[in-house]
């Protein structure tokens, strides 16, 4: 019962609600599969084994409900890591107790799991009656992430010490942040090895598929219903890998995540609506234009992405923006060390180092320091003010990070020692970020060769598939003789063939597209680069692969 007990699930609501409940189903719906339905069933073959081991599958996951709970809490605790403790260092600065730090880290929704445990110790403290240090043995026991646990027990052995709380915290700054690289380049490593599996699954499929196009003409199975089967192949794979991505890339986005709508995301809505019209537009004037009045015709793959090409305008907009917000996150750790220690110097005045500061370069990210300070002068409102600082850098790092400064002075803490906490950390991320896109690069050009391998073992076997079928259909031989070992297909199920696999060609490019974005957590619109640029090399290699299968079944001379 330890993945029970370290999920955070009741265990006595966990066996009466769902495993008794998951095991009963799965013996009732195994009952009327094998004494029922199961004669039925015999029909669809091998697939019939998929329903009959529905029974085991949901007695599986009623038992392993606790542990998916258990991963999902980690995931959320060592995702957040980073930015739960640089704030504790930074609050531990300030002149606020040890039970109103955790009160404050509690109400932060964004930590997640995070807050939930810390809210778990506040409780101890509060309500129980416990110590800090006693609460954080409690809690370490149960917390289903071994770095957190770690964590716990040090800050209590700390505290029974009598080591002074904001001591440990700097400190731990360094061990925390270490523990946290590890997991996060542990990380990027798995993606590595991902990558190999990745494109072996691929062209395994993409070689199974090659056989199947051409298998019909042997053996008389129908072409439909086996392109259909390496299109749901194909699709499904895919499907699952981006899933599996999503669930075990690093969560760190680069973009703010805070609901509020900018100017910078008003004018990418509006980019993309007006790529969307461009490609309405430039699909209306080849289909009812160029093609019935210039007798301008493209093969299908060059028309659609002749059509999707207008993608590109919202994409770049998307890819610029983010390059800028990279640029930004480069210059923030010595924009915050640098007013930290101008606003120490000053005796905390924050207001009269900014003027300061706005006067000295810090790249793209000057322009919204200037505004920052052009708010704060107005004496209006000090933190509305840094969150629209946030905002206008689109930064989800800068608007984590200032937000701690901010509240880490308002506070009464040395602004010198906080913004060192925090550009020591910042830096730290944007050195683990640089590895990720480094990693990012090498699975972009995976992808383009995924598709081109993809495409060309596709439509070769297609090719050849169609060679057969025409060669069949030529022969002037009663068809009674040999129908029994000559097997064909009408042209027009052939070009239904054609469209299919293109078709799960698009689901490919597109489904690549979005893991890139997923592996390097940029905008998902940025996506549509690599998806307009994946759909161009697909529609080239098409095209290539059509002339050459028909240049080698053409007859000499």
Sequence with gaps: M?????????????????????ITASAIIAILIYLII???????????????FVPFFIAVAGIL?????????KQEIENNLHYYITHLGVLSLSEVDRKAVMKIISERKEYKALARETEKIFVIIDKWGRSLAQACRFLSKRTPSG???????????????????????????????????TMYRGKIYDMDVFKEIYTSIILSIAFFASFAIIIPFITGESLKTLSFLI?????????AIVYFMKNKVPEDTIWHTMDVITETDKMLIKKFLISIGGCAATGLAYYFLLLPVLNFS?????AVSLSITPLLYAGMAVRNEEEKIKRKDANFPGFIRSLGGSAS???????????YLTAHDFGPLTDDIRKLYRRLITRLNNEQAWKMFALDTGSNLISRFSDMFVEAIKLGAEPKDAGDIIANNFSRMNELRTQRFQSTSSYIGISYGMVVGVAFALFISFGIARGINDMYLSINVSAEFVKDIIYTTPPENLEWVFNLIYFSLVMHSALSSI?????????????????VGMMWVTAVVVHLGEKTIMGMLSPAG
Excluded at 38 to 52: H, Q
């Design 65 to 73: 409900y606790p542990k998916i709970v258990a991963d999902r809490k």
């Design 147 to 181: 770095i957190f646990a770690d964590f716990l027990d040090r800050f209590a052995h700390s505290l029974d010490s009598g080591e002074d709380m904001d001591e440990f915290l700097k400190k731990e700054q360094e061990v925390v942040m270490n523990d946290f690289a």
């Design 298 to 302: 493209l093969p299908l793959p060059f």
């Design 231 to 239: 299109v749901f192949v194909l699709i499904s794979t895919e499907i």
């Design 345 to 355: 110097a000053r005796g905390g005045q924050i207001l009269e180092s900014l003027k």
């Design 515 to 531: 893991s890139i974005r997923i592996m390097d957590g940029g905008h998902l619109l940025n996506s549509l680069n690599h998806f």
């Design 2 to 22: 330890e993945f029970v007990e370290r999920s955070g699930i009741n265990p006595e609501i966990y066996i009466r609600k769902i495993l008794l409940p998951s």
């Design 38 to 52: 199961i004669p039925r069933l015999l029909f669809l073959g091998p697939f019939a084994y998929a329903i009959i």
